[in-house]
């Protein structure tokens, strides 16, 4: 691949193994455009954060999982909604991003979408997760958003998605992602 391919890290807050948002993960790596990569980042071995624990020493798993992030140019959050907001293993995952000298993110480009059963597909954890990105100085984008509800029917037994609208919102998503990135460092 040539040198200014982009890497697009991508997580999720599920532990599932038939998560329907690192399915939608799986997805949006096929429909990346060209010159640019998704890699899907495992976040299911970061330790809750203990400030204590923090105080003595990093987790190996935290250091890899940064330093991942801070070699990709952008990110992709696929959140569940668990209760109307996004789940401790991802709130746990952007806490440990937050801390330190190294804020990996800080700065980025990313984009959010969600899956669910119900009908909203996860809407309302986006907009908390909106929140938390302020924070860690995320450039989020505002749209195409992507909320792919009733997703057990949008996805067959081997977590394939199935559903053509969808996938045609998830490569928008996608392109406009890379995008805003490309045109931000040409801008620089
Ligand atoms: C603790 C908990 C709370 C949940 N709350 C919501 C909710 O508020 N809204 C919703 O649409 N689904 C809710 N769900 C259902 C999840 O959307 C569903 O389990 C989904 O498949 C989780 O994402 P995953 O498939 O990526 O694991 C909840 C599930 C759990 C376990």
């Known amino acids: 691949m040539e040198k200014s391919a982009i890497t697009i890290a991508g997580i999720t807050g599920s532990l599932r193994k038939g998560s329907y948002n690192r399915a939608a993960l799986r997805a949006a790596a096929e429909c990346m455009p060209e010159g640019s990569v998704l890699k899907i980042l495992d976040v299911s071995e970061l330790p809750f954060l203990n400030e204590d624990e923090e105080a003595i020493a990093i987790p190996a798993s935290v250091v890899a999982f940064k330093s991942e992030l801070e070699q990709a140019d952008g990110l992709l959050i696929a959140t569940p909604e668990y209760n109307y907001s996004i789940p401790p293993v991802l709130k746990n995952a952007l806490d440990w991003v937050s801390r330190g000298e190294l804020l990996p993110l800080d700065g980025k480009h990313a984009a ?15 907009y908390h997760l909106r929140q938390v990105c302020i924070v860690l100085n995320l450039c989020v984008l505002n749209r195409p958003e992507v909320m792919i509800g009733r997703a057990h029917e949008m996805f067959d037994e081997n977590g394939k998605l199935t559903d053509e609208r969808t996938r045609r919102h998830i490569e928008a998503q996608v392109k406009a992602l890379v995008q805003s990135i490309r045109s931000d460092s040409a801008a620089k």
């Open 112 to 126: 959010i979408m969600s899956a669910s059963p119900g009908l909203f597909g996860g809407a309302r954890a986006q």
